[in-house]
């Protein structure tokens, strides 16, 4: 297995350094797409795909009075954001489970808002699994997907190459599937770097 499968699934040493390194690398689109989410302090977010846990983080700053919560189906992913945020964690303020984007875990109408940093690429179904985004978020929330290929830069077919399963998104793709899963107020918004941040509603 090439040391870049990690960013599928991360698994074994590979895995615990790749998500170690997703967490520094992933800073600047991080912070990109931060701007686009807007959350009040109270409230309860759900990180999809949360991989090393940055992500994580933030959304307990962003939301200091709410709660996070984050999935992976990497049991290295779940580890390393337990113990990033270990302190919330032991408050009651963050929850890190196993699970798959296709079977989330929660009750219907859960979260005010759900995030999904550099993780679609992966997801086998997009439709069934924006569908299950949408059951879990309460209406009016917000789903946020960020990436930082977004299919204009020639670099983006490099991580196809090396990924296996890979699926690099355009703009309008996306925002065709979140219309399809019942999404609506989609925004677009890309910067010079190729980065991609796409936002829809409840
Ligand atoms: C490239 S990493 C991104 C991690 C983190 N969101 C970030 O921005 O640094 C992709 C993560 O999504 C997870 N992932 C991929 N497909 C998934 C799925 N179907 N269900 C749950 N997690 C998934 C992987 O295990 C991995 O931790």
């Not at 700053?61 to 964690?89: F, H, M």
């Not at 759900?114 to 299950?132: G, I, K, M, N």
């Not at 077919?157 to 107020?185: C, H, N, P």
């Amino acid at each position: 297995m090439s040391f870049f499968e990690n960013t599928r699934k991360p698994a074994g040493l590979g895995g615990k350094m790749m998500v170690f390194l997703m967490n520094l690398g992933h800073r600047g689109l991080s912070r990109w797409g931060f701007q686009f989410l807007d959350l009040s302090a109270d409230a309860a977010a759900l990180d999809c795909g949360c991989g090393g846990g940055a992500n994580l983080k933030r959304l307990l700053k962003s939301c200091p009075e709410g709660r996070v919560t984050g999935v992976d189906y990497s049991e290295i992913s779940v580890g390393k954001s337990r113990v990033l945020n270990q302190e919330a964690v032991a408050a009651g303020r963050c929850r890190v489970l196993q699970a798959s984007v296709m079977h989330l875990p929660f009750s219907l109408e859960t979260f005010n808002a759900v995030t999904a940093f550099e993780t679609v690429y992966f997801w086998p179904d997009l439709h069934r699994s924006f569908q299950e985004v949408r059951r879990v978020l309460k209406p009016g929330g917000t789903f946020l997907i960020c990436n930082e290929c977004g299919g204009d830069a020639s670099r983006d077919e490099k991580w196809t190459e090396v990924v296996s399963g890979m699926v690099i998104y355009r703009d309008l793709q996306l925002k065709s599937a979140l219309e399809k899963a019942g999404f609506r107020e989609i925004q677009l918004h890309k910067n010079k770097k190729g980065w991609l941040c796409v936002t829809g509603r409840k």
